[in-house]
C-alpha cells in the first residue's frame, strides 16, 4: 500500500521558486512512476511531470518546461518538485500521485492511470 504526503507549497512572487516534497510510506515506492498534477478552481486537474519508476527520464507538460524539475529520492521515499520562474497562472492545488500499479507505463499523462494521491498542497503565486 502507498500513502502519500505533499509539503512544501506556500505563497510566492512571480519569478520566485518553491520546492514541493511528497513523502511515501510505502515500502516499493521505487517501483512506481511518480507524478505530480495540479488543480486550480474551476479548473480540471492537469498534468504537470511525471518519473517513471525507472527515473532515468522524466515528461513534463509544455507550460512548465524549462521552470520546473521532478526528482525522486528512493532512499528517503520522496518525491519533489522544484519550481522555478514561478508565473500567477501556477496557482493550484498540487498534488503528488504514484501509478496505480508498480511499473505501470501506460498514458502517464493522465489522472486515471494513477492508483494512490495525497491530500495537496497549496501553491499560490502573485504578480
Known amino acids: 500500500q502507498v500513502q502519500l504526503v505533499e509539503s512544501g507549497g506556500g505563497l510566492a512572487q512571480a519569478g520566485g521558486s518553491l520546492r514541493l516534497s511528497c513523502a511515501s510510506s510505502?515500502?516499493?515506492?521505487?517501483?512506481?512512476?511518480m507524478g505530480w498534477f495540479r488543480q486550480a478552481p474551476g479548473k480540471e486537474r492537469e498534468f504537470v511531470a511525471v518519473i517513471p519508476s525507472s527515473g532515468a527520464t522524466t515528461y513534463y507538460a509544455d507550460f512548465v518546461k524549462g521552470r520546473f524539475t521532478i526528482s525522486r529520492d528512493n532512499a528517503k521515499n520522496t518525491l519533489y518538485l522544484q519550481m522555478n520562474s514561478l508565473k500567477p497562472e501556477d496557482t493550484a492545488v498540487y498534488y503528488c500521485?504514484?501509478?496505480?500499479?508498480?511499473?505501470?507505463?501506460?498514458?502517464?499523462?493522465?489522472?486515471?492511470?494513477?492508483?494512490?494521491w495525497g491530500q495537496g498542497t497549496q501553491v499560490t503565486v502573485s504578480s
Open positions: 510505502g515500502r516499493n515506492f521505487n517501483n512506481y512512476a
Open positions: 500521485a504514484a501509478g496505480n500499479r508498480p511499473y505501470y507505463s501506460g498514458n502517464l499523462y493522465s489522472p486515471a492511470s494513477y492508483g494512490y
